[in-house]
């Protein structure tokens, strides 16, 4: 026979489920006081207008571009960076500014791509380690333990070495290296949430483990999770860079930055600019990247 609870505990309860229902709404506040305070952060605007810039060379690329990635002039092999080709050209002929900028089409598909699968599994493996516990925590712990323990580029080269050379192979292997990242990113702010007050009194209430975890916990999580995405976007061009370099990623004639800067490592001495501005591009990208993740770093957190 059941023991029916106090009458001013039941309505503690309701209160408290109240408040945590409407956790949803100051959730929503507090992103819209954060992206006014984004607007004002130095960092974040300098990165946000390199990023804007690079997004739009890319998408734009067919118009940007004075030639054709593939044109060759035979006539122009190995040209000086002028007023007739800017970057200068490589040993085919070929403009590099054209390349560079096509080239960021690859970059930023595979980086936007594989972070993208990356955050949406990891965010949920580490939703459900975090908030479930127990044996269910335990074991998606130790599969994640495995990955960790293989250096995340090695990882990279060993998937897309198996799978065999292509963006889409890059894309697989960068996504599930980070997956990992993104599942114990997630999993650690869970585990302190789930543990608050307002989730108990929401669960008293009738809600279910999946109304609780997406509606009420995770709009208090996401914060780091949106800062990892950010930095890992800036690391995983650099890892598509990699892969493109050793010949794992877009094939030739397709321009990539880190395809380029294989092809131009032999003319240093004679034509340092075919590797010159691909190098550029990527340090560029990344550290507007960087910018936005440290910016954001200082935006959302919530001591500040």
């Known amino acids: 026979m059941s023991v029916p609870a106090p009458p001013g505990l039941l309505a503690d309860a309701a209160a408290d489920g109240a408040r945590g229902g409407r956790r949803a709404a100051p959730a929503r506040a507090r992103w819209g006081r954060s992206l006014r305070r984004a607007t004002r952060n130095t960092l974040v605007v300098l990165g946000l207008l390199g990023a804007l810039l690079v997004v739009g060379m890319a998408i734009f690329a067919n118009a940007l571009a004075p030639h054709a990635p593939d044109e060759q002039n035979f006539d122009l092999i190995e040209s000086r960076p002028s007023a007739v080709a800017v970057f200068g050209t490589d040993r085919f002929g070929r403009d590099v500014l054209s390349r560079v900028i ?46 960790f323990s293989i250096p995340g580029l090695l990882l990279a080269v060993g998937i897309a070495a198996l799978r065999g050379p292509g963006v889409n192979s890059a894309v697989l292997a960068i996504a599930i290296v980070y997956t990992p990242i993104f599942a114990r990113v997630m999993r650690g702010p869970v585990l302190a949430e789930r543990a608050k007050d307002y989730v108990e009194a929401v669960r008293a209430l009738g809600a279910t483990r999946l109304a609780v975890a997406l509606k009420h916990i995770l709009p208090n999580v996401i914060s780091p999770f949106v800062v990892q995405g950010t930095v890992a976007l800036s690391q995983a061009i650099l890892i598509e860079a990699s892969l493109s370099y050793l010949g794992l990623s877009a094939q030739p004639p397709t321009p990539s930055w880190g395809n380029m800067l294989n092809e131009g490592r032999t003319y240093l001495e004679t034509a340092p600019w075919i590797s010159v501005f691909p190098g550029l591009a990527i340090m560029l990208t990344v550290l507007a990247f960087n910018l936005i993740g440290d910016g954001l770093r200082d935006v959302l957190d919530p001591s500040s």
Do not use: E
């Not at 975090?130 to 044996?135: K, Q, V």
């Open 102 to 147: 096509h080239g960021a089409r690859i970059s930023l598909y595979v980086a936007i791509t594989s972070i993208g699968v990356s955050m949406a599994i990891g965010g949920a493996l580490g939703l459900t380690a975090g908030y479930l516990g127990g044996s269910t925590d335990n074991a998606i712990n130790r599969v994640l333990d495995v990955f």
